[in-house]
């Protein structure tokens, strides 16, 4: 039997792992930043939790959920995470928040499944990070969100668009339904399989079908159809990003793939990921909660594409170096012992030291310090440790000078600003 990996699933190694990792990092910064506390929910829930939330019609529900029966008593039917706000929701409702405490910020992250075509920048499993913000209803938390998505974006040096759309609210959504129900049957033998068989449940999947596209672009517009209020949040979100200096743009054809939105929702693209550009969703939910038996509490959030920002950073040429700024070169038993001692101070310097195994001679050793991007090495032996020193080379300039030992982290910071 061959042992590989799965069709659809991916190891991250090296550079790949640490492009995540950054773009995990920042952004669990800014979220604090930002007021937003940590939740973690399990990876594996019920899986009616998404089948009532996602939506009956949803690709993620119809097509991409992992699904199996639990061997418990109850043959209870369980799915693997395939995005993370309905788990959040469970959490929130079932820990009495919405009506203890309704208003709350939580960041989380880690791995989502969905059994989808792969292709690169969309794998069956992925990562995702995701905001979620409870019991704000203001057009002010919106905004608020779309500029978080902004300031990591700037942080991690990033060019994206914003699209931006309201879908209306329960009491104008009916109408749109209607008009887009109506187009949509006068349309039909244009229209592919999937839009035959959801129409009439879910008129909106027309906007979210990938096969439909063009037929999608004459369809009526949702902002069309907007209630005064709506119009108003809208208009002040609009409002509001534009005084934050955020570039957006608004896309009457934006729904999203999921049944709980309403009012804002929003995608942030990157470019030169071609098809799979989309690297931040989501929108607002304010009838979620309550349909998860809750109170009746506003809800908005959005998830980052962790994968796919990271492609963007390649792409994009914007991963920071992360080669060990020193090699630790020991000749001699002596020196070998006091290496880890000399590595250790290096690194309480705030540098990025690496200790290089003392089986081979020093110019191997030296060619393995350039191959992993050190850009100095530190040789230690007899001599050095009599005489407190160590010897600094500069492997991008081939000079080499012996300082105290106590003065080689400055060396090597100094030397790294040349």
Request: charged share 30%; net charge neutral.
């Amino acid at each position: 039997m061959e042992l590989t990996r799965l069709r659809g699933f991916r190891d991250l190694i090296g550079a790949d792992a640490r492009a995540m990792s950054l773009v995990e990092e920042r952004a669990r910064t800014l979220a604090a930043r930002y007021g937003f506390s940590e939740i973690r929910v399990p990876l594996l829930e019920r899986g009616d939790l998404y089948r009532r939330t996602s939506g009956e019609t949803s690709d993620i529900v119809e097509k991409q959920m992992y699904v199996f029966q639990d061997s418990d008593e109850a043959r209870t039917t369980v799915a693997l995470r395939p995005e993370g706000t309905p788990g959040v929701v469970r959490a929130y409702i079932e820990a009495g928040l919405d009506r203890s405490d309704p208003e709350q910020r939580f960041f989380y992250t880690g791995p989502v499944f969905r059994r989808d075509r792969p292709q690169k920048g969309r794998y069956r499993q992925h990562f995702q990070f995701g905001v979620e913000v409870f019991g704000r209803a203001d057009p002010g938390c919106d905004a608020e969100l779309l500029i978080m998505i902004d300031d990591l974006r700037r942080d991690l040096g990033l060019t994206l668009s914003f699209e931006i759309n309201s879908i209306g609210c329960p009491r104008c959504r009916p109408a749109y339904r209607a008009a887009l129900l109506e187009f949509g049957h006068a349309h039909l033998d244009e229209l592919c399989e999937d839009c035959h068989r959801r129409l009439d449940r879910n008129p909106l999947r027309l906007l979210d079908c990938k096969v439909d596209v063009e037929v999608a672009e004459s369809a009526p517009r949702s902002i069309d159809f907007l209630c005064e209020e709506c119009r108003k949040h809208f208009a002040t979100v609009q409002e509001l990003l534009g005084a934050a200096g955020i570039a957006y743009r608004v896309n009457p054809r934006l729904v999203r793939g999921l049944d709980y939105y309403t009012r804002t929702t929003f995608e942030v693209m990157a470019p030169g990921l071609g098809a799979q550009s989309t690297v931040v969703g989501g929108g607002r939910y304010d009838g979620l909660v309550e349909a998860m038996g809750g109170a009746p509490v506003p809800g908005i959030g959005f998830g980052i594409g962790v994968d796919r920002m990271a492609l963007a950073l390649e792409a994009a040429n914007r991963m920071p170096g992360w080669a060990p700024d020193a090699a630790v070169i020991a000749l001699g038993d002596a020196a070998i012992r006091h290496s880890a001692v000399l590595a250790r101070n290096l690194r309480g310097s705030g540098l990025r030291v690496e200790v290089l195994s003392p089986e081979r001679k020093l110019k191997a050793l030296l060619g393995r310090a350039a191959r992993i991007g050190a850009r100095f090495a530190v040789i230690v032996g007899d001599h050095e440790l009599a005489h407190g020193v160590v010897q600094v080379r500069d492997l991008l300039k081939s000079e080499q000078r012996e300082v105290p030992e106590d003065q080689a982290a400055s060396t090597i910071a100094a030397g790294r600003e040349t």
